[in-house]
């Protein structure tokens, strides 16, 4: 039975991949598309989001544009790792998917309440602003919802700070409320997404493959592994959003742990942590756990088959 998610985020490289591997796995269905304002501002996500699923000839998937700015704090964008337009380093086509007129909360609600009770999965893969609005706006949903699995945080690194993770850091509100709400929530942090590095032989296992979605898979790859190069120090990329859907599809290739995780709001050099307390063992009513482990040729396999299977269908439509 496959496995049914809204996918929250703000393309971005990863974001794209993420999208592409939900779209092109047999084990899950994509039920709805929601974009924030984070690695770009919300008008270039969603036209990223929108040519993402033009590319891939996902044309029925519900999308809506949902909050272009944190709870409390202004943006910040990620432009030093995604360029300007969030995409930079690829052609994107005009996109022929039409936009949902609802704003992206309301279509998260709209899904979850429409679905049978613990079927809809929740993916965020940019900051926290939707899902936490979704869940002030229509607390009813955070019952019926199966868990949310959100790429952010981390247990024992940083990126956007020595200890705070972008997508939580830059708005630490949101991500205090969903992380403090009773409800299933399995943290894909930096600890698992920095060893899902983009190398050269992930890179010819995609070249292999020879479909034009290929090549645009490369074309991000290409402009991600440069731009963390020289933003972060890496060597390849780590393609981060997607670890948080693999863990949906075969929950055995990312490795957690039941811990208590609470976000920091207030500290002056620690604002965004996500401080998991692992003093004691997790109490009984522990909703939260952290990814710490990752069978990255298994991603991979995922990703590239979800690639494979898209290009291919492309190819013969």
């Not at 742990?257 to 004691?280: C, H, S, Y």
Request: with cysteine; net charge negative.
């Amino acid at each position: 039975m496959s496995h049914q998610i809204i996918l929250d985020c703000d393309p971005g490289h990863d974001d794209a991949i993420a999208l592409l591997l939900a779209l092109g796995n047999p084990d899950i269905e994509l039920v709805a598309v929601t974009t924030v304002g984070g690695n770009a501002a919300l008008d270039q996500v969603t036209r990223n989001a929108l040519a993402v699923l033009t590319m891939a000839g996902a044309t029925e998937v519900p999308i809506a544009a949902g909050c272009g700015r944190p709870l409390l704090r202004p943006i910040e964008v990620a432009a030093d790792v995604h360029g300007d337009s969030g995409l930079d380093g690829v052609v994107l086509p005009q996109p022929t998917v039409r936009l949902d007129p609802r704003h992206g909360v309301d279509l998260i609600i709209d899904t979850v309440l429409a679905a049978a009770p613990k079927t809809i999965t929740l993916v965020p893969t940019g900051p926290l602003t939707n899902i936490a609005l979704a869940i002030r706006k229509e607390p009813r949903i955070v019952d019926r919802v199966a868990e949310v699995v959100l790429m952010g945080g981390g247990v024992h690194v940083g990126n956007w700070s020595a200890v705070a993770e972008f997508n939580v850091k830059t708005d630490p509100e949101a991500a205090r409320i969903v992380f403090e709400t009773a409800w299933p929530v399995t943290m894909v942090g930096l600890d698992v997404t920095h060893q899902a590095l983009a190398t050269d032989a992930v890179a010819e296992r995609v070249k292999a493959l020879g479909t034009p979605l290929a090549e645009f898979v490369l074309g991000l790859f290409a402009f991600f592994r440069q731009a963390y190069r020289d933003a972060q120090g890496f060597d390849f990329p780590p393609v981060h959003d997607p670890v948080a859907v693999a863990r949906v599809i075969d929950p055995s290739i990312v490795g957690t742990v039941r811990v208590p995780i609470t976000v920091e709001t207030v500290g002056e050099q620690t604002l965004g942590m996500t401080v998991a307390d692992f003093r004691r063992a997790a109490p009984p009513d522990c909703h939260t756990q952290a990814a710490l482990t990752l069978a990255a040729d298994r991603f991979w396999d995922l990703v590239i088959d979800a690639i494979d299977r898209l290009g291919k269908a492309r190819d013969h439509a």
